[in-house]
């Protein structure tokens, strides 16, 4: 160009230098513009982006990071220095402003001390009182068959049917025998039946009421009597005389199904001696 400008005369060559000074002014106001049309854009989210770093208690570094968004944020668009892309373009602060507030996110999103959610929260004390009901449904379910198991081996009968401490089943009121007939020994199950014509038929424990003695019925005398110290016992049970103190102890009887049952599980003691309608030397 130099030669070609060399070559043209004076005129000519001032009117090149003229038209070459419209073209630089032309393209340095177009790049003035351009500069100062993007500027707005790219600074409404480097100034966003301070107040998001406030509203977050971010760490030290995440705040440095907004404060120097912000610093180059505010710099004007014009005085920013000009830098070269990897496109050469030319950038500006406000496009750092822009690239470090897009990254400042990223970094204050890391909870080093977050406090849980209302949710978790809820969700935490929602485990401890599930933990608690399930506790206290264990601990009453467990005394609850405790108390069960108990009721059930107290319900249930000790002793079967037939053996002593159990239930005895004689047969219909019609199968007694007849109150003028002598007792009637039930060994296995350790009682003497009688029928009375005052209170029906009763089931005389076999031992006495002194030291346990098994006493005998004697028919000749028509009573019982202990071999060991001598008490003696009407038909009836009642005491005569001797050093027993009470008259014959006496099993529960009852009819179950048309029959008479003793239940030799339930004893009754029998009146004090003092009491008895028949004691030989009354007191
Ligand atoms: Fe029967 Fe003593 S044990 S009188």
Redesign the pocket.
């Known amino acids: 160009m130099a030669d070609k400008t060399a070559d043209q005369s004076g005129d000519e060559r001032e009117k090149r230098i003229a038209e070459l000074k419209a073209k630089m002014q032309a393209s340095a106001k177009k790049a003035k513009a351009s500069a100062e049309a993007e500027a707005p854009a790219s600074a409404a989210p480097a100034k966003e982006a301070p107040a998001a770093a406030v509203e977050n208690p971010a760490p030290a570094a995440s705040a440095a990071s907004a404060a120097t968004a912000t610093a180059v944020a505010s710099a004007p668009a014009g005085e920013a220095p000009a830098k070269s892309g990897s496109n050469g373009a030319p950038t500006n602060g406000a496009a750092a402003a822009a690239e470090i507030a897009a990254a400042t996110p990223v970094v204050s999103s890391a909870p080093a001390f977050q406090e849980d959610s209302p949710e978790a929260k809820a969700r935490k004390e929602m485990n401890r009182r599930e933990f608690l009901t399930y506790a206290w449904g264990g601990a009453l379910g467990l005394v609850a068959l405790q108390a069960g198991v108990g009721l059930f081996f107290f319900m249930m009968p000790r002793f079967k049917a037939g053996e002593f401490g159990g239930v005895f089943f004689i047969g219909p009121e019609s199968a007694l025998p007849p109150t003028s007939a002598p007792p009637d020994p039930f060994v296995a199950g350790k009682f003497w039946l009688v029928n009375t014509e005052d209170v029906g038929p009763k089931a005389l424990y076999m031992v006495?009421t002194?030291?346990?003695?098994l006493?005998k019925w004697e028919q000749a005398n028509n009573r019982f009597e202990?071999p060991?110290?001598?008490?003696k016992f009407t038909r009836e049970g009642f005491y005569i005389e001797?050093?027993?103190p009470r008259s014959l102890d006496t099993f529960v009887i009852s009819i179950e199904g048309g029959e008479v049952a003793v239940d030799t599980g339930k004893k009754e003691l029998g009146a004090p001696s003092a009491d008895s309608p028949a004691r030989a030397v009354p007191a």
């Open positions: 006495c002194h030291l346990g003695c006493y202990c060991c110290h001598g008490s001797g050093p027993a």
